[in-house]
């Protein structure tokens, strides 16, 4: 079973919200999947997963610093997260979302990641404005469940 370490960042608790919307829809998928605090998280612990999926507040249009440290820290492991699946989400205030998640993929992409795009609605990454509503929640699912089939391609055993 491919196992997922969904990490994010959270002031208010939006970008928690999200996370664990994502977590429970992954493990619904049937995936080994993980959320936890960037705080609570090493470099060490995206070896040992088969998919990352990083969430962070939008601050200035980018991830937070707590974010951008573990991607800063990770770079000891530059190549061996090679081929592993990717992806990032955001929420904001008002705006900077897109941007966000294209800072947090663009240190994923350099690792080697697989990162899958989305035809519909958000391109790079599920995003959220404000508290969390039903049509958030169902966006979080949309990108969870996507984000489960590829995995389980990926890792296929």
Same mark, same amino acid.
């Given at each position: 079973?491919?196992?997922?370490?969904?990490?994010?960042?959270?002031?208010?608790?939006?970008?928690?919200?999200?996370?664990?919307?994502?977590?429970?829809? =992954?493990?619904?998928?049937? =995936?080994?999947?993980?959320?936890?605090?960037?705080?609570?998280?090493?470099?060490?612990?995206?070896?040992?997963?088969?998919?990352?999926?990083?969430?962070?507040?939008?601050?200035?249009?980018?991830? %937070?610093?707590?974010?951008?440290? /573990?991607?800063?820290?990770?770079?000891?492991?530059?190549?061996?997260?090679?081929?592993?699946?990717?992806?990032?989400?955001?929420?904001?205030?008002?705006?900077?979302?897109?941007?966000?998640?294209?800072?947090? =993929?663009?240190?994923?992409?350099?690792?080697?990641?697989?990162?899958?795009?989305?035809?519909?609605?958000?391109?790079?990454?599920?995003?959220?404005?404000?508290?969390?509503?039903?049509?958030?929640?169902?966006?979080?699912?949309?990108?969870?469940?996507?984000?489960?089939? /590829?995995?389980?391609?990926?890792? %296929?055993?």
């Amino acid at each position: 079973m491919a196992r997922v370490l969904v990490i994010y960042h959270s002031r208010t608790g939006h970008t928690e919200s999200m996370a664990h919307a994502i977590t429970g829809t =992954l493990q619904g998928e049937g =995936l080994d999947a993980e959320c936890r605090r960037v705080e609570d998280t090493t470099p060490e612990d995206l070896l040992g997963v088969d998919g990352v999926i990083i969430g962070s507040p939008t601050y200035y249009g980018t991830m %937070s610093a707590e974010v951008k440290k /573990l991607l800063d820290d990770s770079v000891k492991y530059h190549g061996r997260l090679d081929g592993k699946m990717g992806a990032a989400f955001s929420s904001a205030g008002s705006t900077g979302q897109e941007t966000t998640v294209i800072s947090i =993929l663009e240190a994923l992409l350099i690792h080697g990641m697989v990162v899958q795009g989305d035809f519909q609605g958000h391109h790079y990454g599920v995003t959220s404005t404000g508290k969390l509503q039903e049509e958030d929640l169902t966006r979080c699912q949309r990108f969870a469940q996507r984000y489960a089939a /590829l995995v389980k391609k990926l890792y %296929s055993s």
